[in-house]
């Protein structure tokens, strides 16, 4: 008999870890396929989400009572464990925010603010999400300086000869996507930083979907800027990262001012708290940074590779059997993808595809995926996507193509 990558891969006892599998949807047993739009979360991390407010719920840094210290000592440790997480240098290298729209906005509107002159450019690609244009058109409307698009290719990758052309001395920086949420593209991020490098532009990577999948290594990289968001890593909503090196968060004016940023204050003048507290204005979302480092533990012993591997082979099997089906085309057909699939189906509006899937219990998302300028692209309105967690299962994929067959046979 075949060996299948399932049967290695502990998926039933990783399904056991996450209560709200457990469920039916419409009397069906539920298929969770919107893993891009929001992770589900393990047992740890709703624990440990209980644990806080159940022992040592207090406000943080100020406080030298015990559970104050405590809340302060638990807070920081999720710090620690988001440097080690994508291999920073440094802890101070790392400010919570709310997720990763909050911290490409604080990047625009310090680092960006700082350096943008009339003139001047900033680079993304034709597959960013909104949140990764709209903050550089706001912070290119407020300076003078100007947005440049790299185009993308049929298959949906970007076309590194027309990045190549786009780089000039006026280039300051470079925001890219790692992985597109709306195709599941792997960009070639490594060479996108080098060769922004050589002008002296910065680059900051949008890493909201790639943290989940890929072994994430800031370092090794050379990224300026990388920013994720808690919730599609299995961690709670309200969190995220930015990563900044330390010399460029240093030399950045901070993007709130409150308590917490500041060392001290006088009317005339206030003085800045130190890294990373100077971007971190009131009292943050604590509870729930706490219980991040749960979900990064949880992820770091699975061990990403064995997830990335099982995934690889879900997003296989599932686009083997996705293309089988008529009048289906599977928009986003890169060479490196993550588990993403994204598609269209001839005459159907991906509205009532998503509609039809949910009746059978599946979850998928349909729409733009907050990517409209790629859909202009691609010359559609939005896709259905089905996008796989490390709890997905071949069976279950299964039941997308079987359901697949009855929106067909529904609408037609
Ligand atoms: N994409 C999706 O269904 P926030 O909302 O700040 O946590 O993440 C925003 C964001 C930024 N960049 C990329 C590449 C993303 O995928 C997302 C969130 C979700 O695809 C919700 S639109």
């Known amino acids: 008999m075949e060996t299948v990558l399932s049967d290695i891969f502990a998926v039933e006892s990783i399904r056991q870890d996450f209560p709200i599998?457990?469920?039916?949807?419409?009397?069906?047993?539920?298929?969770?396929?919107?893993?891009?739009?929001?992770?589900?979360?393990?047992?740890p991390v709703i624990e440990a989400l209980a644990q806080y407010y159940e022992q040592f719920n207090a406000n943080i840094h100020r406080g030298i009572h015990t559970l104050a210290e405590r809340a302060t000592a638990e807070y920081e440790a999720t710090r620690d464990k988001a440097r080690e997480f994508i291999n920073a240098a440094h802890r101070e290298e790392i400010v919570f925010t709310r997720g990763t729209t909050e911290g490409i906005n604080l990047v625009a509107q310090t680092?960006?603010?700082?350096?943008?002159?009339?003139?001047?450019?900033?680079?993304?690609?034709?597959?960013?999400?909104?949140?990764?244009?709209?903050?550089?058109?706001m912070i290119c409307e407020q300076t003078g300086a100007k947005l440049r698009v790299i185009p993308v290719t049929d298959s949906g990758e970007i076309i590194l000869e027309e990045y190549e052309k786009l780089l000039s001395e006026k280039t300051k920086i470079v925001a890219v996507v790692y992985v597109s949420n709306s195709l599941g593209t792997i960009n070639p991020v490594r060479e996108i930083i080098e060769k922004a490098h050589a002008y002296g532009a910065k680059?900051?990577?949008?890493?909201?979907?790639?943290?989940?999948?890929l072994d994430i290594d800031v370092q090794s990289l050379d990224a300026d800027f990388y920013v994720f968001s808690?919730?599609?890593?299995?961690?709670?909503?309200?969190?995220?990262?930015?990563?900044?090196?330390?010399?460029?968060?240093?030399?950045?004016?901070?993007?709130?001012?409150?308590?917490?940023?500041?060392?001290?204050?006088?009317?005339?003048?206030?003085?800045?708290?130190?890294?990373?507290?100077?971007?971190?204005a009131g009292t943050p979302n604590i509870a729930d940074t706490v219980a991040f480092k749960a979900a990064l533990d949880y992820v770091t012993a699975i061990g990403k590779p064995a997830v990335g591997e099982y995934e690889h082979d879900l997003l296989t099997y599932a686009t083997g059997a996705m293309q089988e089906i008529d009048g289906l085309r599977i928009v986003g057909q890169a060479k490196e993808k993550?588990?993403?699939?994204?598609?269209?189906?001839?005459?159907?509006?991906?509205?009532?595809?998503?509609?039809?899937?949910d009746t059978q219990g599946i979850a998928v998302r349909t729409g733009h995926h907050c990517t409209q300028p790629l859909m202009n692209?691609?010359?559609?309105?939005?896709?259905?996507?089905?996008?796989?967690?490390?709890?997905?299962?071949?069976?279950?994929?299964?039941?997308?193509?079987?359901?697949?067959h009855k929106v067909k046979k529904m609408m037609n």
């Open 203 to 213: 680059v900051l990577l949008d890493g909201a979907q790639a943290s989940a999948h």
């Open 21 to 43: 599998l457990n469920q039916t949807v419409h009397g069906k047993p539920l298929v969770y396929f919107d893993n891009a739009a929001t992770t589900q979360k393990p047992r």
């Open 111 to 137: 680092y960006g603010r700082q350096v943008l002159k009339p003139g001047d450019e900033v680079i993304i690609s034709g597959m960013e999400h909104h949140s990764n244009i709209v903050p550089w058109q």
């Open 230 to 280: 808690s919730h599609k890593v299995y961690g709670p909503t309200g969190v995220g990262v930015l990563y900044g090196k330390r010399e460029l968060l240093e030399a950045m004016p901070p993007y709130q001012g409150g308590g917490e940023m500041i060392k001290d204050v006088s009317f005339e003048k206030t003085t800045y708290n130190e890294l990373p507290y100077k971007f971190e």
């Open 338 to 357: 993550i588990s993403v699939v994204s598609f269209v189906m001839d005459g159907i509006h991906h509205q009532d595809i998503g509609i039809i899937l």
């Open 377 to 404: 692209r691609f010359g559609i309105l939005g896709t259905s996507r089905a996008s796989f967690a490390m709890y997905n299962t071949r069976e279950e994929i299964d039941r997308l193509v079987r359901g697949l």
